[in-house]
């Protein structure tokens, strides 16, 4: 069963480039700025994919030198060099699928691998095989240093079943599969669109109905009526607000902050609430305190994992993330100007606007009709 974790350490890694040729089987290279370099870590010489893309351990001799591993390939000068820090890669092993601990397997601590054996091919991650594996086992993997006998943090886990269509690996390999020539786009970079696309529909989605993304909590208020919104996701606004008390439970009614005088009576059979900053609210009356439970818009937490997947949904919609991502790669790599971009943009919020399924009737493109309508009335 064969295991890939993904190249990423050149993505978020400072970079420099050879000063000189550097020939093969040499232990010192020419680098024009080592400034960044760390005595012991990895160095990347040369792009993720490429042939002879090889990864040494470097300490720093002289400015502008680095004594390094002996090299396998020789590489011209202006070659990139990233340090990367960490040469290998652990593999980890639950044999209880993803609720087990995940332990490093005999024999799965490999060198990273951002070579390529094809110089058509892009070598985008370093695989393991277990062979021994079983498609109820899950995996994590970590970056190692072994010149400093330090670890990376853990992987999210990794299932045989592979990811489900919805979830940000799928996304970025079907964004990848769409552009001609990829070579240019990071992993980090689609994220990034993948996101700002997730965020920008959500709220052409809360335009079409304001039931979509929403989120729930319990929060306690005090004699003062005062209550704080801790929820990580929490947006500011609230859409329905109950009152619990120990004698019942009451819907109450939104008001401005500037809605009512201080001295100002209300009972608890009515109460009123109003948000009083960002995160806090006033009930009124304030009796003995109690709970709130409200419903509120949800911010987005961006996806950063491979296994995170887009919000239910939006899961009818998920060429809408491909073809922005799509836009941003055209502009990027100058096939279009910044005027066609933001057209394609509005464009694509648009027809994502009306095609996106309101939950009740009152969409942009349906009407109740409550009583039956004769040929005459609709004409006029």
């Known amino acids: 069963m064969i295991i890939k974790s993904r190249n990423l350490l050149s993505e978020t890694s400072q970079k420099s480039a050879l000063s000189n040729n550097a020939a093969a089987a040499v232990t010192s290279i020419a680098v024009k700025n080592t400034t960044a370099m760390i005595d012991s870590w990895a160095i990347q010489v040369g792009e993720t994919g490429e042939e002879q893309t090889e990864v040494l351990i470097g300490t720093v001799t002289n400015v502008g030198t680095l004594g390094c591993t002996a090299t396998d390939f020789e590489h011209p000068a202006d070659t990139p060099v990233y340090f990367i820090k960490y040469n290998q890669v652990v593999f980890e092993r639950s044999t209880t699928g993803t609720g087990g601990t995940a332990t490093p397997m005999t024999s799965g601590t490999i060198e990273y691998q951002p070579d390529s054996w094809d110089s058509k ?22 970056f190692r240093s072994s010149a400093l006998a330090v670890n990376s943090t853990e992987s999210d886990w990794i299932t045989p079943s592979g990811f489900t269509f919805y979830s940000l690996a799928k996304l970025r390999e079907r964004i990848k599969n769409k552009v001609w020539n990829s070579s240019f786009l990071t992993d980090t970079m689609i994220d990034e669109w993948v996101n700002e696309c997730k965020e920008t529909m959500r709220r052409e989605a809360i335009e079409v109905n304001e039931d979509y993304s929403l989120g729930t909590a319990n929060v306690a208020f005090g004699t003062a009526g005062l209550g704080t919104v801790t929820a990580s996701d929490f947006r500011g606004n609230i859409q329905r607000f109950w009152v619990q008390r120990s004698d019942g439970t009451e819907e109450a009614t939104k008001m401005d902050i500037n809605d009512f005088f201080p001295d100002q009576s209300f009972a608890e059979s009515d109460p009123h609430f109003a948000m009083q900053g960002d995160s806090v609210f006033i009930v009124k009356p304030e009796s003995s305190g109690g709970t709130a439970q409200i419903v509120y818009p949800t911010l987005e937490t961006p996806m950063d994992s491979d296994t995170d997947e887009i919000p239910v949904y939006l899961r009818d919609h998920t060429k809408v993330f491909v073809d922005y991502s799509l836009i941003q790669a055209q502009y990027k790599d100058g096939k279009i100007g910044l005027t066609e971009k933001i057209s394609l943009e509005n464009a694509l919020k648009s027809s994502f606007k009306s095609n996106i399924s309101p939950r009740n009737r009152t969409g942009p493109s349906k009407i109740d009709i409550v009583s039956p309508v004769t040929s005459e009335e609709f004409l006029g």
């Open 121 to 142: 091919l892009s070598q985008s991650f370093t695989q393991f095989d277990d062979t021994s594996g079983s498609v109820s086992y899950a995996y994590r993997t970590y």
